[in-house]
């Protein structure tokens, strides 16, 4: 079954590429008799199997965007991106993100263009419930197919909460098996052996009785009781024998070093556009380094790489996307508290190959 789909996509690959190189048209653009350029694209893909192997995948993205003259603002640029990744693996989610994106470009075309920016997103695979982020920036084109553009942001994220420990109160914990165990029993429901003189006199000469009876020399006989049908109070280790195994930490003197913080952020973004063989073939390569504003140490990197080859029809594209995603919360030689820095690899890489719709 695997064999008969793999052969099908690369039927549809290869009659949808064939074309490629006698189409003159750019079927990325749209222009509307205004004289504006729109563009709007769907992307879906979903997959499944049952049986042995129970998976479930799911993946849609919705775009939009207008270049043109707004009123007096020339030259402007309006876009909307969204999309979603829902996958499963025995009923078990393994990847479960989401962004939605807006930008507005004036002078887009410009050598210099202010723009305004908001998103938001999550990724529940590393523990990001929430990320929203906004503000503004500027791009400048160095070459045709070069720009380098910043933006600041401010940003409020929300992760899942997690208590390092590292700031509580430690306790000693010991491994036990090698202590000597002892126990305090409540002799209140135990036998009264006091007139047992077989009970007491095994094992004692005759000399030894009185002693036997008066143990701390108060002149009255002790009681005695057998431990069988007594009531254990307590137990415990004598420690003192013991291997320390470890520490415990309390956690109502521990910082929740999860949980929603607000901060401003830089965003610094080289980008790379070509477009090849009749404008048939584009090439779309951008890197973004984000750091805190107040710790340079902690930062977000990533490369987005997006290849667009139109087909026989001007409506539809094949897509070839390539993201590589690194947190410097998650890298152990950065982040000093090693209990966050090793719930998540640091680096999260994806392929993707699609189909694209416009309209």
Do not use: C
Not at 72 to 94: A, H, M, Q, V, Y
Not at 235 to 250: F, I, K, W
Not at 306 to 335: G, H, L, Q, W
């Amino acid at each position: 079954m695997m064999f008969n789909s793999m052969k099908t996509i690369i039927i549809i690959l290869l009659v949808s590429i064939m074309p490629i190189f006698g189409q003159d048209a750019d079927t990325t653009d749209y222009e509307e008799e205004a004289g504006n350029e729109m563009n709007t694209s769907v992307d879906i893909s979903y997959s499944q199997d049952k049986g042995n192997t129970d998976f479930l995948s799911l993946y849609y993205g919705f775009s939009f965007s207008v270049l043109g003259n707004v009123g007096p603002l020339t030259d402007t640029e309006f876009s909307i991106n969204f999309s979603r990744s829902d996958d499963k693996f025995d009923g078990e989610s393994f990847t479960d993100e989401q962004s939605l994106t807006s930008q507005f470009d004036l002078w887009a075309n410009q050598q210099i263009s202010p723009f305004l920016f908001f998103q938001n997103s999550f990724d529940k695979t590393i523990g990001l419930n929430n990320r929203i982020n906004y503000g503004v920036g500027a791009k400048l084109g160095l070459l045709k197919w070069l720009s380098v553009s910043y933006a600041l942001l401010y940003e409020t994220e929300e992760y899942e909460p997690f208590f390092g420990y590292t700031d509580s109160t430690a306790f000693d914990f010991y491994n036990y098996t090698d202590s000597t165990w002892w126990g305090e029993y409540s002799f209140t429901d135990s036998t009264n052996f006091y007139d047992d003189y077989y009970y007491y006199y095994y094992g004692l000469d005759e000399d030894d009785i009185d002693v036997a009876y008066d143990t701390d020399g108060d002149g009255e006989y002790d009681e005695f009781y057998v431990y069988t049908d007594s009531i254990l109070v307590y137990a415990d280790y004598y420690y003192t024998d013991s291997t320390l195994a470890g520490e415990y930490h309390v956690v109502t003197d521990s910082v929740n070093l999860g949980g929603e913080q607000k901060f401003w952020r830089h965003s610094i973004r080289p980008k790379i556009k070509l477009k090849l063989f009749d404008n048939n073939v584009v090439f779309d390569y951008r890197f973004y380094f984000k750091p805190k504003m107040d710790d340079w140490e902690d930062f977000l990197l990533e490369n987005e790489l997006k290849i667009t080859i139109a087909t026989f029809n001007e409506a539809v594209t094949i897509d070839f996307s390539y993201t590589d995603k690194y947190n410097s919360r998650y890298d152990p030689a950065r982040n000093t508290n090693k209990g966050i820095a090793n719930l998540y690899d640091m680096n999260d890489k994806n392929i993707t190959l699609g189909v694209s719709f416009m309209f």
